[in-house]
């Protein structure tokens, strides 16, 4: 089932378990069930440490990973682990043997002092690149505190049980039964969902900082590095690390790397970042920014935090379309990642909403997977690049609708279309869908700020030539300001400028 090289760097890998290790498998006589029973097999076959039991578990196929003559660690996968998941079956498999986790000590400790009995469910789908950031959080849980137990459930091998419970977007996560969240989470999110987030004493007792980054993205990353190098005291304090980037599945324009994907570029920065001395402060957003002797940032949690100078790096996020069924169908039909759910729509009629690069990638790739997509753009034209446009004319399951102003997402349990007017002849229009996808630009992260910064009509913060905003001392890069072009690469090198922009106010200062 494995192919050669991914079976060579799985060894290198298992020679680091700790313990040994029992894969205990409920199988029935069904393909998936066989297909489970011959990768369990296999990789027993590759490690005198792991062994494989037959059982019965709550559901079928599925299988569970536990330490030989240890209490179970409540790590289940439901179905079959491979694709973006096939990194969550390592990670299981080196930390239920006893292989330390890459996590902060404070967060250990925070998860050890969670009581009371939690079991989660999260339902992904192989293609999502978000999804195993979600199953690793909450497996690594079961592993540090006995009460806690995942399972992962792989959507198109539980189609009856996705559609009994109309999951139409992943990662959609289940706490004891009951929905709990839906979406990309890091494990400071669900500590947060949980009530166990960071204790804003521990945040107030921390010494003031020379440069203190609000944001965890490209920007904001660079601008810790080139901080750090300086020598002088740098923190970043941001509710999750990586930004809009960890919802990019394909970087292709990215200079020295042919090609990468959003989040392994995300997890090689936080680590380079975490070569120096920063101080990264992770599940906490900024709420407001007073101006004292030093700038004070407070935060969602009551905390404060002090720095000389402050570089704001809070990116942006998707643009909603602002019309009636938008929120009341959000993960009942309503999508913005078309990576991640586009197995839940195989074989049925959606539509996207916006011409733009974003939205005629992501109508080539839903097209590859559903019956058909219909492509709405507010403008006369699409805006998308000519080659992006060639290749989606070729697709014969597509078609586009211009001058298309959305007006209504309708549905009842689920979403069951879109109404538009068209612009040109006035005339209203109902096109029947199950599923909409919006695509439609992003909007900055700013609006926090209020009026106490220089912003322009859209939102971004007004920024000079050396990366600084309206009020001195305080500098922005990135996505959120009114840089012209929102690209990875634009955003590391605003950051390096603002950075080099605070210290050199420092100096002069």
């Known amino acids: ?32 069930s066989q297909e489970t029973l011959e990768l369990v097999n296999e990789i027993s076959e590759m490690s005198s440490m792991i062994s494989v039991e037959e059982t019965t578990l709550e559901r079928t196929p599925s299988f569970s990973i536990n330490q030989k003559g240890a209490e179970d660690s409540g790590i289940v996968f439901a179905g079959i682990p491979l694709g973006h998941e096939f ?60 009460n806690i137990s995942h399972t992962m459930v792989e959507g198109s091998a539980f189609k009856d049980e ?17 929905f709990m969240a839906s979406g ?27 440069v203190l980054v609000v944001g965890g993205g490209p920007a904001g990353a660079s601008s810790a590095i080139y901080a750090a190098r300086k020598g002088i005291r740098t923190g970043i304090v941001a509710d999750r690390f990586g930004g809009q980037v960890m919802d990019t599945l394909g970087i292709e324009n990215f200079i ?9 570029l995300m997890a090689e920065v936080e680590e380079h970042v975490n070569e120096y001395d920063v101080d990264v402060m992770k599940g906490l957003k900024a709420k407001d920014i007073i101006k004292k002797d030093l700038f004070e940032v407070e935060l969602d949690n009551g ?24 929120v009341e169908y959000k993960n009942k039909g309503v999508a913005y990642c078309p990576h991640c759910d586009a197995p839940l729509f195989e ?9 733009g690069n974003s939205g005629i990638e992501a109508a080539i790739d839903l097209a590859g997977v559903v019956k058909h997509v219909t492509v709405f753009e507010f403008l006369p034209e699409l805006k998308a690049d000519a080659v992006l446009q060639e290749r ?41 869908l199950e599923g909409v996808f919006v695509q439609i630009g992003l909007v900055p992260n700013t609006e926090w700020l209020g009026t106490k910064i220089e912003r322009n009509k859209m939102g971004e913060i007004v920024i000079d030539k050396n990366g600084q905003t309206s009020i001195p001392g305080i500098f922005a890069a990135g996505d959120c300001t009114d840089t012209p072009y929102k690209q990875i690469i634009i955003s590391m090198g605003a950051g390096a400028t603002a950075s080099l922009g605070a210290f050199d106010y420092l100096i002069r200062n």
């Open 1 to 32: 089932m494995l192919e050669k090289d991914i079976k060579q760097q799985l060894a290198q890998y298992l020679d680091l378990l700790e313990s040994d290790i029992v894969i205990k498998v409920s199988a029935g006589d069904d393909k998936v």
């Open 87 to 146: 990194t969550s079956l390592v990670l299981a498999l080196l930390q239920v043997s006893g292989r330390a986790p890459k996590v902060e000590d404070s967060v250990i400790e925070q998860i050890k002092n969670i009581e009371g009995k939690f079991h989660f469910e999260t339902y992904v789908s192989l293609t999502c690149h978000n999804c195993p950031d979600v199953v690793q959080a909450l497996n690594l849980m079961s592993v540090i505190n006995p």
């Open 162 to 178: 996705v559609e009994g419970k109309n999951i139409m977007a992943v990662p959609s996560v289940y706490l004891n039964g009951e």
């Open 184 to 210: 990309r989470m890091t494990i400071e999110d669900i500590l947060n969902e949980m009530g166990s987030g960071v204790d804003a004493s521990e945040i107030n007792a921390k010494d003031p900082f020379d």
């Open 256 to 264: 020295s790397t042919k090609y990468t994907e959003g989040p392994k």
């Open 303 to 326: 905390a404060i935090l002090k720095s000389k100078t402050l570089i704001l790096s809070t990116g942006a996020r998707w643009r909603n379309v602002g019309v009636p069924g938008e």
């Open 347 to 355: 074989g049925k009629h959606v539509g996207v909403i916006g011409g």
């Open 392 to 432: 989606l004319r070729s697709l014969p399951n597509v078609d586009v609708v211009v001058n298309a102003q959305t007006t209504e997402i309708t549905g009842d349990d689920t979403v069951n279309g879109l109404t538009y007017i068209d612009r040109e002849t006035k005339e209203e229009k109902h096109v029947d």
